[in-house]
T-cell receptor, first 110, second 116 residues
Framework: GQNIDQPTEMTATEGAIVQINCTYQ??????LFWYQQHAGEAPTFLSY????GLEEKGRFSSFLSRSKGYSYLLLKELQMKDSASYLC???????????FGGGTRVLVKP | GAGVSQSPRYKVAKRGQDVALRCDPI?????LFWYQQALGQGPEFLTY????????KSGLPSDRFFAERPEGSVSTLKIQRTQQEDSAVYLC??????????????FGPGTRLLVL
């Protein structure tokens, strides 16, 4: 089976940094994805990790430790428009479907 | 060209009514997925197509749910005899490569279904 856990909600101040953790227990592993989803909109791709380590892309970075079943998404220099839900998703080794966590709703305050 | 599109964006159905939800994937994308997203939850996998072949339908919750992609492009998700628990957002996603690749899935805006 698949189990993916992430915090339900986080609050941070504009200009600050927020780290969203994701832990997973899956029967196989072929990559971990982070998506951003604004209310009522489609999830949009942020990052992809398949090897251990840090992937940096502008203000967003994502880290993966396969041995620990752990990933985090780091959002730097927070902007009001970053208020959204952030979805952690794992792709199992067999097949291409994604298994999602429940999402972390991030609220950025002025 | 354009991204993944879905129609209708909103659908209100009476309990027991049949509904059909349409997905137009990105042109040339081989893989197509359907997900169901309940309010405040992450998307849950329903079914997967590689071209016109439905390779995985393990996530379909009951035999009232049926999906097809007859020409390997547009897909339709049909729900028969809708129930209130079917109320959710139905997301479609497509990716360029078939299963096993490293391709990202690109999502459409979803169809919000409300069953009264």
């Amino acid at each position: 089976g698949q189990n993916i856990d992430q915090p339900t909600e986080m609050t941070a101040t504009e200009g600050a940094i927020v780290q969203i953790n994701c832990t997973y227990q899956t029967s196989g592993f072929n990559g971990l994805f982070w998506y951003q989803q604004h209310a009522g909109e489609a999830p949009t791709f942020l990052s992809y990790n398949v090897l251990d380590g840090l992937e940096e892309k502008g203000r967003f970075s994502s880290f993966l430790s396969r041995s620990k079943g752990y990933s985090y998404l780091l959002l730097k220099e927070l902007q009001m428009k970053d208020s959204a839900s952030y979805l952690c998703a794992v792709r199992a080794a067999a097949g291409n479907k994604l298994t999602f966590g429940g999402g972390t709703r991030v609220l950025v305050k002025p | 060209g354009a991204g993944v599109s879905q129609s209708p964006r909103y659908k209100v159905a009476k309990r027991g009514q049949d509904v059909a939800l349409r997905c137009d994937p990105i042109s040339g994308h081989v893989s197509l997925f359907w997900y169901q997203q309940a309010l405040g939850q992450g998307p849950e996998f329903l079914t997967y197509f590689q071209n016109e072949a439905q390779l995985d339908k393990s996530g379909l919750p009951s035999d009232r749910f049926f999906a097809e992609r007859p020409e390997g492009s547009v897909s339709t998700l049909k729900i028969q005899r809708t129930q209130q628990e079917d109320s959710a957002v139905y997301l479609c996603a497509s990716s360029l490569e078939p299963a096993g690749g490293t391709e990202t899935q690109y999502f459409g805006p979803g169809t919000r279904l409300l069953v009264l």
